[in-house]
């Protein structure tokens, strides 16, 4: 059973608008929230994380929200640029002492295009 | 520092041949973990270790062993290779606590035929 999903497997936007990618998790045992950017034939980058215990933070073009009693969390690029266009994915970080210590799940993944 | 290096970049095994896949970080992190990486199916968990001497299972282990003699060296080997291992694996490191923003390798591009 997936942990962690990101039901969009794409998403395409016009450069300088607003891009905003989704991602659900199912259990409530993670203590942070973390996007990574990953582009062809590179490993993954830390982009932006979010605690458990804040509803939102902000880093630059780059903006995390989290809603709990929802269990969900979004990203949002303001304004998108072509060079953004990438496979962003989100993942959680499981509580110490929980069955999901030492681990940090993904989803599947969210492939951006931001066109000229 | 180098940061996290894989070794291979690319890899052509037949059926039932065995290799390890080479994983050396130089941040001394205490955490390292094996991803594999798939169409569809993200990023997935094969094996992680919180610290020297000490490995544990994530979501797709089978095939696969583990070890973690040094904090430095993760090596993950394949012992009977199957077309079903053909994927892109990465390697991974961070430090304990805080926000857990893992470090990746540049990825080892496997294939079994």
């Known amino acids: 059973d997936q942990q962690v999903k990101q039901n969009s497997p794409s998403l395409s936007v016009q450069e300088g608008r607003i891009s905003i990618l989704n991602c659900d998790y199912t259990n409530s045992m993670f203590d942070y929230f973390l996007w990574y950017k990953k582009y062809p034939a590179e490993g993954p980058t830390f982009l932006i994380s979010i605690s458990s215990i804040k509803d939102k933070n902000e880093d630059g073009r780059f903006t995390v929200f989290l809603n709990k009693s929802a269990k969900h969390l979004s990203l949002h690029i303001v304004p998108s640029q072509p060079g953004d266009s990438a496979v962003y994915f989100c993942?959680?970080?499981?509580?110490?002492?929980?069955?999901?210590?030492?681990?940090?799940?993904f989803g599947q993944g969210t492939t951006l295009q931001v066109k000229p | 520092n180098a940061g996290v290096t894989q070794t291979p970049k690319f890899q052509v095994l037949k059926t039932g041949q065995s290799m390890t896949l080479q994983c050396a970080q130089d941040?001394?992190?205490?955490?390292m973990s094996w991803y594999r990486q798939d169409p569809g199916m993200g990023l997935r968990l094969i094996h992680y270790?919180?610290?020297?001497?000490?490995?544990d299972q994530g979501e797709v282990p089978n095939g696969y062993n583990v070890s973690r003699s040094t904090t430095e060296d993760f090596p993950l080997r394949l012992l009977s290779a199957a077309p079903s291992q053909t994927s892109v694996y990465f390697c991974?490191?961070?430090?304990?606590?805080?926000?857990?923003?893992?470090?990746f390798g540049s990825g080892t591009r496997l294939t079994v035929v």
């Open positions: 270790s919180v610290g020297a001497g000490i490995t």
């Open positions: 941040m001394n992190h205490e955490y």
């Open positions: 991974a490191s961070r430090r304990g606590g805080g926000e857990g923003g893992y470090t």
């Open positions: 993942a959680a970080k499981g509580v110490r002492g929980s069955s999901n210590t030492g681990k940090l799940i």
